[in-house]
Antibody, heavy 119, light 110 residues
Framework: QVPLQESGPGLVKPSQTLSLTCTVS??????????WGWIRQPAGKTLEWIGR???????NYNPLFTSRATISKGPSDNQFSLKLSSVTAADTAVYYC???????????WGQGTLVTVSS | QSVLTQPPSVSGAPGQRVTISCTGN?????????VQWYQQLPGAAPKFVIY???YRPSGVPDRFSGSKSGTSASLAITGLQAEDEADYYC??????????FGGGTKLTVL
């Protein structure tokens, strides 16, 4: 398991783009056979998978987010990012980044960051 | 409504055994995909306690066990302790090409 840390604005206006970065401690995300993913959790609700990126930069998404989400490697070698466009109040949630292996299994998680969509 | 169905809550007294069910269908659990279980303490990120249906990571007490049969899976906790009070989520994969989670179960230790 590795430490991960999310960062980004805690407040985003409706219709704008939510942008978050995840920093992974201990090395480049381009090495190893891992995926790197984003999951969100609205207050009092369950977890929702958004998508993932692999070491080559190839991304896969939950069909619910395909039209609005972009997950990519960078800006640094040990970072990956999430962009979610055209946000509404329904996108208000705690956003987690995580390392993904096998099954898939989310074996390491960031502490989470609350993003509120409000004008 | 979540793809995987869990009871909203379960409870038990210290020392007792509780089980949490996770019901899917032929597109996810029934299709042979592994089931993972996560424990989420209040205000914290989830942490996996069972992976690959029935494997326990190092550091998780052997009081935790998992099983899978057909389109369902279960998490069992024996010798219940106060520190086990948390939300528990099952997770698998679906033929729709998506990771899926259960709705979550709140475990209360009486």
């Amino acid at each position: 398991q590795v430490p991960l840390q999310e960062s980004g604005p805690g407040l985003v206006k409706p219709s704008q783009t939510l942008s978050l970065t995840c920093t992974v401690s201990g090395g480049s995300i381009g090495s190893g056979s891992y995926y790197w993913g984003w999951i969100r959790q609205p207050a009092g609700k369950t977890l929702e998978w958004i998508g993932r990126v692999d070491a080559t930069g190839t991304s896969n998404y939950n069909p619910l987010f395909t039209s609005r989400a972009t997950i990519s490697k960078g800006p640094s070698d040990n970072q990956f990012s999430l962009k979610l466009s055209s946000v509404t109040a329904a996108d208000t949630a705690v956003y987690y980044c995580a390392r993904v292996i096998g099954g898939p299994l989310f074996d390491s998680w960031g502490q989470g960051t609350l993003v509120t969509v409000s004008s | 409504q979540s793809v995987l169905t869990q009871p909203p809550s379960v409870s038990g007294a210290p020392g007792q055994r509780v089980t949490i069910s996770c019901t899917g269908n032929s597109s996810n659990i029934g299709a042979g995909y592994d089931v993972q279980w996560y424990q989420q303490l209040p205000g914290a990120a989830p942490k996996f306690v069972i992976y690959g249906n029935n494997y326990r990571p190092s550091g998780v007490p052997d009081r935790f066990s998992g099983s899978k049969s057909g389109t369902s899976a279960s998490l069992a906790i024996t010798g219940l302790q106060a520190e086990d009070e948390a939300d528990y989520y099952c997770q698998s994969y679906d033929n729709s090409l998506s990771v899926v989670f259960g709705g979550g179960t709140k475990l209360t230790v009486l």
